[in-house]
């Protein structure tokens, strides 16, 4: 299936201030890939992720999502296809309610009453949170709040999830539980993080960017053992990794 | 008062009106219109209306007893308000010393009499207000506001400003905290450290704004806030409006209070 096909090729982006974030990144990412997006602070995932759904164009290159590529004309018909889960779900859910902040994506889609409804129940259903539709925002947990922002935006039905740091902030069962549910979408998966664990169980596939740029681009297990490689990046080898090299 | 205390006590009122008693189960359009209509008949007496005014009272009565709601916790909400209608009618004894009746040797002027009109007028529409909130959801408001046709825009703002009016206070509280932890006594606590803490939080809302929009845009928002959920206007709210309409009628057009005084004479 073509239309869950994510291409970049040869990215620049400039902000207004003249500060290079993106220095000719490309890759493509075909149906049904899970991959990890690791850097460190500053290194341009944000920036990166921004483009992903036309928040922000590229100064140079192209993106292409599907058979679409990415400009001021098609970026409405793109974010239908790439659902973006943000860092804060705080940010994400700005609806009164739980349900109506589900809805808010179909309703904007314009379906009709009885398919948002379907849609909005379907999304809860999937992360769990069905019981919390009535409650506003502010009275949920951090785990439900992150649950309830997926919700949000797998009931859009995108062909593509990109997600910012998505274990940030979860106590271990909420983020067991994220996992799992990772696991269980066949969705296209682009996650951001410095959660290298979380990477290892949900992704098979890594990219490390520096300074606007990719240095690596391999399997997970290639890169996320590649201690030199990691520590360059300010990053470091995964707990589990380190644990089973002692081990043996 | 601590600032923790006041966030704690918006979240109450924002609490009461999750509960499910005959009053909010109505349909929030009811009630804003009924509050509506009770405001307007209140304000449109005379200046020197009290007994006209007194029965009024029935109407937060019953809403307090029907929708649970503790009368003490508004009360009290109420009388911190009050200092304002208290201003507006201080100088009337002043200014106005032309003697209406006297009681047993004590002259009643005219003044005092519009004063103490304006503070009944000013309870009762005070604690219509506040009962409004806190048996209708905030959303249910909007809501009713939208179908009366209160433009777009303006709901838009109230649902961002329920929403976000808890994140901001959790964020200003956290600043608050962190400052309190540093200071010790008065040192720090001063007037430069609060300005620079306020333009702090306002920057991190305008950060914060750019996000939400960002993420309203990257699902699809065109202009228009959708709410799914679908109120009901039944039978109850019909009659409700009914007899709230009729009521206020009758206490607008007949002095209760006076007839019954005069009765009263008649007997003795």
């Known amino acids: 299936m073509s239309h869950h096909i994510m291409e970049f090729k040869d990215v620049f982006f400039r902000y207004p201030d003249g500060t290079e974030a993106l220095n000719g990144v490309s890759f493509r990412i075909t149906h049904g890939e899970c991959v990890g997006i690791v850097g460190a602070n500053g290194a341009g995932k944000s920036t990166l992720l921004m483009q992903m759904n036309g928040y922000m164009l590229p100064s140079d290159g192209a993106v292409t999502i599907g058979d679409l590529q990415l400009t001021k004309k098609t970026r409405l018909e793109i974010r239908k296809k790439v659902g973006v889960v943000f860092q804060n779900p705080d940010d994400q859910l700005f609806m009164p309610t739980v349900y109506d902040d589900v809805a808010f994506g179909p309703l904007n889609l314009e379906m009709s009453a009885e398919r948002v409804k379907e849609r909005v129940t379907e999304a809860l259903q999937t992360v769990g949170c069905l019981h919390l539709r009535e409650k506003p925002p502010h009275h949920l947990s951090g785990g439900q709040k992150r649950a309830v922002a997926i919700a949000t935006v797998i009931a859009m039905a995108p062909d593509i999830l990109v997600m910012d740091e998505p274990s940030s902030n979860l106590d271990p069962k909420s983020r067991r539980y994220l996992i799992r549910l990772l696991n269980g979408f066949n969705h296209t998966k682009i996650i951001a993080t410095h959660d290298l664990d979380f990477i290892l169980e949900v992704c098979k596939r890594c990219i490390v960017i520096k300074d606007g740029r990719i240095v690596a681009d391999g399997s997970v297990s290639d890169i996320l053992t590649d201690k030199v490689l990691l520590e360059e990046n300010n990053l470091e080898l995964p707990l589990s990794v380190q644990n089973t090299g002692r081990s043996s | ?268």
């Open chain 2, 1 to 268: 008062m601590s600032f923790d205390e006041q966030y704690f006590k918006l979240g109450y009122i924002d609490t009461l009106s999750y509960k499910n008693t005959f009053i909010h189960r109505l349909d929030p359009r009811t009630k804003v219109i009924a509050t509506l209509a009770f405001v307007v008949t209140v304000v449109s007496f005379s200046k020197y209306a009290i007994t006209g005014l007194v029965p009024f009272f029935l109407f937060p009565v019953l809403m307090f007893a029907l929708g649970d709601i503790p009368v003490w916790f508004i009360l009290r909400k109420v009388l911190v308000v009050s200092v304002f209608a208290v201003f507006v009618g201080m100088f009337n004894p002043l200014f106005d010393s032309r003697v209406m009746f006297s009681f047993h040797g004590l002259q009643v002027t005219g003044g005092w009499i519009s004063f103490l009109s304006i503070i009944l007028k000013f309870l009762l529409t005070i604690s219509a207000a506040l009962l409004l909130i806190a048996t209708t959801s905030f959303p249910g408001i909007c809501h009713a506001l939208r179908k009366l046709g209160v433009p777009e825009l303006f709901i838009c703002q109230l649902l961002f400003l329920y929403r976000y009016i808890f994140v901001l206070m959790e964020e200003a509280m956290r600043m608050v905290r962190a400052r309190e932890m540093r200071s010790f006594g008065a040192r720090g606590q001063g007037l430069r450290t609060f300005v620079s803490l306020i333009g702090t939080l306002f920057l991190r809302t305008i950060e914060r704004a750019e996000r939400i929009y960002q993420s309203m845009l990257s699902r699809g928002f065109t202009g228009t806030m959708h709410i799914a959920k679908a109120y009901r206007f039944g039978g109850s709210d019909l009659v409700c409006l009914a007899v709230t309409g009729i009521a206020l009628f009758i206490l607008r057009t007949y002095d209760i209070v006076g007839i019954i005084g005069k009765q009263a004479e008649r007997m003795f």
